[in-house]
């Protein structure tokens, strides 16, 4: 079964926007081609410049959570460390139904 994975946080300053979302680029480019992930996306959100989701699609929690305790997990995401503040949130879900449209 497929999961999301969202990971829910806060950038520093409004002058680390565009160089956060620049680093989720990079890293998301980084982690295209790992076993079990199938995309990512960043959303922003429209009434507080400093809030951002980042969510991701896996093809099961195994898979991600191998990925997410591999020492590459850590290597690939430091470009976008300097940005987040220290509190974040990280929820995993199942994604029972799929309407494509």
Same mark, same amino acid.
């Given at each position: 079964?497929? =999961?999301?994975?969202?990971?829910?946080?806060?950038?520093?300053?409004?002058?680390? @926007?565009?160089?956060?979302? *620049?680093?989720?680029?990079?890293?998301?480019?980084?982690?295209?081609?790992?076993?079990?992930?199938?995309?990512? *996306?960043?959303?922003?959100?429209?009434?507080?410049?400093?809030?951002?989701?980042?969510?991701?699609?896996?093809?099961?929690?195994?898979?991600?959570?191998?990925?997410?305790?591999?020492? @590459?997990?850590?290597?690939?995401?430091?470009? @976008?460390?300097?940005?987040?503040?220290? *509190?974040?949130?990280?929820? =995993?879900?199942? =994604?029972?139904?799929?309407?494509?449209?």
């Amino acid at each position: 079964m497929s =999961i999301r994975v969202m990971v829910y946080g806060k950038v520093h300053r409004q002058e680390d @926007i565009q160089a956060f979302e *620049e680093a989720f680029s990079q890293v998301s480019r980084a982690v295209k081609g790992t076993a079990g992930h199938v995309h990512d *996306e960043l959303l922003h959100d429209c009434e507080n410049p400093l809030l951002f989701i980042l969510l991701s699609e896996w093809n099961s929690r195994e898979e991600f959570l191998r990925w997410e305790e591999s020492p @590459i997990h850590r290597e690939v995401t430091v470009p @976008i460390r300097p940005y987040w503040k220290a *509190e974040r949130e990280r929820k =995993i879900f199942d =994604i029972d139904v799929r309407i494509e449209h």
